[in-house]
């Protein structure tokens, strides 16, 4: 009687230990909790920047970094309210963010790389295959411009003027710009100025191309003498001149 009477007495107050510690670690969580929730307790006081920047500025991440999280403290900080304002400078492609205790947020961001112009006031970015919207007043670089009726035919255009580009490499001409309109007609601008009107479709105006590019050096005229060339013909094509007006601004 005594051995069992022992040995329930080991069994409860092992339970009553279990409990104890249970209690005590419940509790150490709930301070710990409690400690780093206060706002003054694990201040963001560093911003680490890792990336490779033209037309951004680590200052301007920073200035955004700092107006959201200015006195925040980092263990309940959500950076996923930092990564949607830092997402808002048009020139900021990708961010992602991390956590560095105590006191440092580590944001690696990647800047939009444009590959062309579009329409009058975006740029496009080949990689990320989209349009963006930066201030453009001091972007001056050489781009070709590229445009569309509406915003989601910009990766066809894109790879359109890629196409179209590679076909004249080693020709005489240059185009500038490439437009496709309401009606999916392709308008390439070249670099004096005259419009090629290629019709539809990205093959058809490759095709249409070639024959420009084989024929137009054999029909006697000079390119700077017209206005457009519309190739959407089976065969040959038709050709509008500049009126004497335009052609003297252009000598």
């Known amino acids: 009687m005594s051995k069992t009477r022992h040995s329930r007495g080991y069994f409860i107050a092992g339970i009553i230990f279990v409990m104890l510690l249970v209690a005590l670690v419940v509790k150490g969580d709930l301070l710990i909790k409690h400690f780093l929730s206060q706002s003054n307790a694990l201040p963001v006081k560093a911003v680490q920047i890792d990336g490779v920047f033209k037309n951004l500025t680590k200052k301007k991440i920073a200035d955004i970094t700092g107006k959201v999280c200015a006195g925040q403290n980092i263990a309940t900080l959500d950076v996923k309210v930092l990564k949607q304002e830092l997402l808002k400078e048009p020139w900021i492609a990708q961010v992602?963010?991390?956590?560095?205790?105590?006191?440092?947020?580590?944001?690696?961001v990647i800047e939009h790389i444009?590959?062309?112009?579009?329409?009058?006031?975006g740029l496009y970015d080949a990689k990320t295959r989209s349009i963006f919207y930066p201030d453009l007043t001091s972007f001056a670089l050489p781009l070709v411009k590229l445009g569309a009726y509406r915003d989601n035919l910009c990766t066809d255009v894109y790879d359109s003027a890629v196409s179209f580009i590679r076909v004249m490499t080693d020709s005489p001409y240059?185009?500038?710009e490439l437009y496709l309109d309401n009606v999916r007609c392709y308008t390439i601008t070249l670099d004096n100025g005259t419009k090629l009107i290629l019709g539809r479709g990205q093959k058809e105006g490759i095709e249409r191309l070639k024959r420009f590019i084989r024929s137009f050096k054999?029909?006697?005229?000079?390119?700077?003498?017209?206005?457009?060339?519309?190739?959407?013909?089976?065969?040959?094509?038709?050709?509008?001149?500049?009126s004497s007006s335009e052609q003297n601004k252009n000598n």
């Open 96 to 108: 992602a963010i991390q956590k560095k205790m105590p006191d440092t947020l580590v944001l690696s």
């Open 114 to 121: 444009p590959a062309a112009y579009w329409n009058d006031n």
């Open 174 to 176: 240059q185009m500038i």
């Open 218 to 242: 054999h029909s006697g005229l000079d390119i700077n003498d017209v206005e457009y060339v519309d190739l959407r013909y089976d065969v040959g094509f038709a050709v509008g001149k500049k």
